[in-house]
């Protein structure tokens, strides 16, 4: 089963409006947590590193007032998308390690597709 | 920085065996991994190689030159639902759960015909 959950799978929201994606790690405790963005036929950019109880890390080019990072737990990081714009619309994904594994693998939430109007 | 190469799409029929290459350039080397996307979907883990060598899991298998700094991921028996994007990525920093990110290849489009 999944073992990260992100949420909402799918949304539609009108230019200039904010939307929030939520993951949570399940059944274990994710101190870090990474969201990438990815464009159709493109790759999966980073876009910041989210650090409980601490700022989150942006990569270079991603405006942190635009995408607000929240990591209030060790179960659940927050992105939300500020007056999202249609050039905003893509499909977001989180992803955790899982403390105790050999840290070989990244597990990834089922993404969120975003479509700004 | 990080940078990895591999081709933008591979065609092969079912049962063929197939494989996708991926060089890098990275400032530090913590290993090479290996992921599935399938449209819509999210990444799927498929391997690691932190060595040199190969690494069987299945019909899939992923090999490792670091002198090269060169890998590939090889697909045995081939099968309709193996099309996918395969991205090879490389992860920025030591310890994954502490800071180490993945940082991804352009993604490899396998189209399975019959």
């Known amino acids: 089963g999944a073992v990260v959950s992100q949420h909402p799978s799918w949304v539609i929201c009108k230019s200039g409006t904010s939307v929030k994606i939520e993951c949570r790690s399940l059944d274990f405790q994710a101190t870090t947590m990474f969201w990438y963005r990815q464009f159709p036929k493109q790759s999966l950019m980073l876009m910041a590193t989210s650090n409980e109880g601490s700022k989150a890390t942006y990569e270079q080019g991603v405006e942190k007032d635009k995408f607000l990072i929240n990591h209030a737990s060790l179960t659940l990081s927050t992105l939300t998308v500020t007056s999202a714009h249609p050039e905003d619309s893509s499909f977001y994904i989180c992803s955790a390690p899982m403390t105790g594994t050999r840290n070989t693998e990244a597990f990834f939430g089922q993404g969120t597709r975003l479509t700004v109007v | 920085g990080q940078s990895l190469e591999q081709p933008s799409e591979v065609t092969a029929v079912e049962g063929a065996i197939v494989q996708i290459n991926c060089t890098y350039q990275t400032s530090g080397f913590y290993g090479l991994s290996w992921y599935q996307q399938h449209d819509g979907g999210a990444p799927t883990f498929l391997s690691y190689?932190?060595?040199?060598g190969l690494e069987e899991t299945g019909r899939f298998s992923s090999f490792l030159s670091r002198s090269d700094s060169y890998g590939y991921l090889l697909l045995q028996e081939l099968q309709m639902k193996d099309s996918a994007s395969y991205f090879c990525?490389?992860?920025?920093?030591?310890?994954?759960?502490?800071?180490?990110?993945?940082?991804f290849g352009q993604g490899t489009e396998l189209s399975v015909k019959p």
């Open positions: 990525a490389v992860r920025d920093g030591r310890i994954y759960n502490q800071g180490g990110k993945l940082i």
């Open positions: 190689n932190a060595l040199d």
